[in-house]
């Protein structure tokens, strides 16, 4: 049945932790449900990958569904997931079911519903590689949609469902996992790994290295890479390895270089920089993080003067990766 909650707290429900509240909080417990819904809400999972910079003057629509659904054929495994479902816990699931595939994908925060909308990637590997179809509400033309894989328009960090942004409501996620399972190693950070690896010890490596690198949000909280990767053409690149011989970065298929966002912002000393209650993480420079209170003036004037000295110094433009909202919806940077 359809919760509704009013003037209900975002802190606990976006992992940057910032002290506002949205008018209206709605949950749904089955995807019929959409179809008696009107009106302008965001749709949130579990705000891994939202910060909400104020009070939040829409409603908030949450999914409850958390079914997991698996059928065989000879060749492959085939999974309905309901878009409330955790994803780690969704990876767990696949490895401990001797289902191989995702284990380069574990420990990323968040709800399987969210995935597809930015093509989580990790490691060598992104989720759209696996998607056979997405299954949403189109709010616009209040009708349901199936999306293949070709449909969704995944790219990095990217898919239709983000260049959508208050459209498709995403109520299912069907993956397929090929039998004939290939490891993933070729991420340098794995470059540890055997290459006689089992799922499950690949999946233990990736957890050691997440955990390693990137702040718990639990503990600080945050909403991992704020900025994308910038993707620069080849003269670009060749003029800014002149000056810095060792920039991070590797090649695209397109013949364009993308360079690494955090890499970027290191060589500018910004790690632990400070605006209000709102830092640079002291490790992981492509993290911000809420160490003391912020609120979004704090995230918002930070995120800015990080963009303005890789501005100055590279001449790259950093687009946000995470989506900071406003009383209304998204606020470009
Ligand atoms: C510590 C940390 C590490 C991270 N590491 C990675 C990483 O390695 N790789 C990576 O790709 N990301 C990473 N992220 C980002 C985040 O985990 C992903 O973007 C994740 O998919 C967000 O899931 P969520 O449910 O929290 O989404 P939310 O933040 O709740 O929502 C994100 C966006 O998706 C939309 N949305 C959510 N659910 C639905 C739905 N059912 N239908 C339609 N739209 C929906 C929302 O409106 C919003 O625009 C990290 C985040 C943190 C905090």
């Known amino acids: 049945m359809t919760m509704h909650q009013n003037s209900i707290s975002l802190k606990s429900l976006h992992t940057f932790q910032l002290p506002y509240s949205a008018s209206e909080v709605i949950t749904i417990q089955k995807a019929e449900e959409l179809e008696e819904i009107e009106g302008n809400y965001l749709v949130l999972g579990e705000g891994s990958n939202t910060i909400f910079t104020c009070d939040f003057a829409r409603p908030v629509l949450r999914i409850a569904l958390q079914h997991i659904n698996v059928t065989e054929t000879d060749d492959s495994f085939r999974l309905r997931i309901g878009a409330g479902v955790n994803w780690h ?23 399987v519903g969210a995935a597809p909308v930015q093509n989580i990637g990790a490691y060598g590997v992104e989720v759209g590689e696996f998607i056979e179809n997405v299954t949403a509400w189109d709010r616009i033309k209040r009708t349901w949609r199936v999306f293949d894989r070709d449909a969704c328009a995944f790219a990095y960090r ?6 959508k942004p208050d459209q498709f409501v995403i109520t299912e996620v069907s993956l397929t996992l090929p039998k004939e399972w290939q490891p993933q190693l070729s991420y340098g950070a794995l470059a540890h790994v055997g290459k006689d690896a089992s799922a499950n010890e690949i999946m233990a490596a990736v957890i050691a290295v997440r955990n390693s690198k990137l702040p718990n949000p639990h503990e600080i909280p945050n909403a991992g890479s704020f900025f994308k990767n910038p993707e620069v053409t080849l003269k670009k690149f060749k003029s800014i390895q002149q ?75 950093l687009e946000p990766e995470v989506r900071l909202m406003n009383e209304q919806g998204l606020i470009e940077l």
């Open 243 to 317: 000056r810095h011989p060792d920039v991070a970065h590797y090649q695209l298929a397109n013949g364009n270089i993308k360079l690494a966002a955090g890499w970027l912002i290191d060589q500018l000393g910004l790690k632990g920089f400070q605006c209000g209650g709102a830092a640079v993480h002291r490790q992981q420079a492509l993290v911000l993080i809420n160490c003391e209170d912020a609120d979004g003036d704090d995230v918002l004037t930070l995120a800015r003067h990080v963009q303005q000295k890789v501005a100055a110094e590279f001449q790259v433009s």
């Open 89 to 111: 816990q969704l990876v767990i699931y696949t490895l401990k079911h001797n289902m191989p595939g995702l284990e380069n994908l574990a420990l990323i925060p968040g709800s």
């Open 158 to 163: 990217d898919s239709i469902f983000k260049r």
